[in-house]
């Protein structure tokens, strides 16, 4: 058995994660709960300031946990990567956007990694998180570490184990999603599956290699992103045949196989879905392949808040009223309900449309009171009024959120474009419109 998987055992290991955010700071506190001394690193000092405070940023923490680990001395953060050489296992958990051209951004995974080659010591393991194309981890990462002069396999491990986050998902959290680890050698894997076996309550999948651990993530989310496609393309056509697609979906579902439930909506929102695909067709390309399928879907998807408001303009018209100027009240712009994330949310690209469109936007999110596009900063209206909603000439939902008082709505709104059905349970329907 390695030392290192002896310390993983006894949890004489000491943890990290770099990056702070929606990924790593909930495995940071689970690496803590499970009883292992752990450093989070982070470049924004205001997120390392927060979490030495025992303060919590991030939906899916505890904040009793946060407190209690960082009271006990089990979790600390800092912003001074000269830290890492205290780690023996490092996990890296950094954005990775796509660029102004819609191509794979991986800038800070690789500043990441080049901030840890200086501290690398033997028997060290480090996991790439953050998802990728495939080859990212053996092409990019491999390279780097290695300038360390430490050979991976025998001197320190690397795998691949994609983040499966589900914002304000309460049935799977970090500790129960099953885990998928790929490691460059099997030793790499070996190594990398007896972290998370020590921290995690759930199943861990070995597979053979981390380009098969990068490109089942990016499967997971691709799937998604065709069947949405699919179902914003009908819901389009059947709008145009006079047809509620959501009673289709609805009498799809009874059938017990075969069929899995996807609803049309704004447009896709957070870090994955719609991003993953962009970064797919891109490595494909390297290889003279075009992802047809899968680039039809994203430009379905793409389009959908350019489409809602095209809707909108056609509402609007039949009470003889323009766009440009019309009083338009958006409900939620966090990109799905019940969390506060606004990342790629449909509802500010909504938003975004309506106002090149000229209309005089306001919106209302619980969970959002503000939010930065831009380098602008759009704040929202904190109460949901009766004057709010009566003085909209149409009121557009693009977020289902449950803490909102729909019936209320219904009652006192012109009139209603529901993106999300979320009025499904309204009985009077005379001022509602379904996308």
């Not at 790499?188 to 995690?200: G, M």
């Not at 959002?368 to 596009?373: D, K, Q, S, T």
């Amino acid at each position: 058995m390695s030392n290192l998987k002896q310390k993983l055992l006894n949890k004489s290991a000491i943890l990290a994660v770099v990056g702070l955010g929606y990924v790593g700071l909930p495995l940071a506190v689970e690496k803590a709960k499970a009883g292992y001394k752990t450093i989070g690193f982070d470049i924004q000092k205001y997120k390392v300031d927060l979490v030495n405070a025992g303060i919590n940023y991030i939906g899916d923490v505890v904040n009793e946990e946060l407190e209690y680990i960082v009271k006990t001395g089990l979790l600390t953060a800092t912003t001074d990567f000269t830290q890492v050489v205290k780690a023996d296992c490092i996990c890296i958990c950094v954005p990775t956007p796509l660029d102004e051209h819609q191509q794979p951004d991986i800038s800070y995974v690789k500043a990441s990694a080049l901030s840890i080659v200086p501290g690398m010591h033997k028997d060290m393991l480090i996991v790439l998180e953050s998802t990728t194309y495939p080859g990212t981890t053996e092409e990019i990462l491999k390279p780097i570490f290695e300038l360390s002069g430490l050979k991976c396999g025998e001197d320190f491990y690397l795998a691949f184990s994609p983040e499966r986050v589900d914002p304000g998902n309460l049935q799977y959290k970090t500790k129960n999603t099953p885990k998928v680890v790929g490691g460059v050698t099997p030793i790499c894997t070996d190594i990398a599956s007896a972290l998370y076996e020590n921290i995690l309550e759930a199943p861990i999948h070995r597979v053979s290699s981390p380009s098969i651990a990068e490109m089942e993530k990016i499967l997971e989310n691709t799937y998604r992103n065709v069947n949405i496609g699919l179902v914003n393309e009908l819901a389009m056509l059947c709008n145009k045949m006079g047809i509620n697609f959501w009673e289709v979906i609805e009498a799809a579902k009874s059938k017990p196989y075969g069929f899995q439930a996807f609803y049309p909506g704004p447009g896709l929102g957070g870090h994955c879905i719609p991003l993953d695909p962009y970064y797919l067709a891109w490595k494909a390309r390297e290889y003279g392949f075009h992802t047809s399928m899968i680039e039809a879907s994203m430009m379905v998807n793409d389009r959908m808040p350019e489409y809602c408001v095209q809707r909108a303009f056609k509402i609007l018209n039949r009470f003889k009223k323009a766009l440009n100027g019309a009083k338009i009240l958006v409900l939620g712009v966090a990109y799905k309900q019940d969390i506060d994330d606004y990342r790629e949310s449909p509802g500010v690209k909504v938003i975004e449309v309506l106002n090149a469109e000229g209309a005089k936007v306001k919106y209302h999110d619980p969970f959002v009171l503000e939010y930065r596009e831009k380098d602008i900063e759009v704040k929202g209206e904190p109460v949901l009024s009766t004057e709010l909603v009566e003085n909209a000439d149409l009121i557009i939902i693009t977020t289902a959120h449950s803490n909102v008082d729909y019936r209320f709505v219904q009652r006192h709104a012109k009139f209603i474009f529901d993106t999300k059905n979320v009025m499904k349970e309204i009985n009077d329907r005379e001022n509602i419109e379904l996308l």
